[in-house]
């Protein structure tokens, strides 16, 4: 089973930008699926984007779309994630994914990351 570990989270000013990284350990890593969610204080686990192995089918959720860009490298197994424009409602604890199709159902995803922060201040 393949192992993630997410970075690149922090403090941001509103309007700001972030690039988040998932690494994932394992040779099978080009294979899957990857998924960001998010899920702040109080809330459920919200799907943010989602990229085919490939990288030749991507995914956003309708609260992140046209600010966020899901990309890829098989080469370094890793996915990543830029966000711009960056709001106070973005913060949250973004986590990495990993499964065999795109979906916003949690439960499809075979392994997880531990999470990073991102906390956007107004």
């Known amino acids: 089973q393949v192992q993630l570990v997410e970075s690149g989270g922090g403090l941001v000013e509103a309007g700001g930008s972030l690039r988040l990284s998932c690494v994932a350990s394992?040779?099978?890593?080009?294979?899957?699926?990857m998924a960001w969610f998010r899920q702040a204080p109080g809330k459920e686990r919200e799907f943010v984007a989602g990229?085919?192995?490939?990288?030749?089918?991507?995914s956003y959720g309708d609260s992140v779309k046209g600010r966020c860009t899901i990309s890829r490298d098989n080469l370094k197994n890793t996915v990543y994630l830029q966000m711009n424009s960056l709001k106070p409602e973005d913060t949250a604890v973004y986590y990495c994914?990993?499964?065999?199709?795109?979906?916003?159902?949690?439960?499809?995803?075979?392994?997880w990351g531990q999470g990073t922060q991102v906390t956007v201040s107004s």
């Open positions: 990229i085919t192995w490939s990288g030749g089918s991507l």
């Open positions: 394992g040779r099978t890593f080009s294979s899957y699926t």
């Open positions: 994914a990993a499964g065999r199709i795109i979906s916003v159902v949690t439960t499809t995803y075979e392994a």
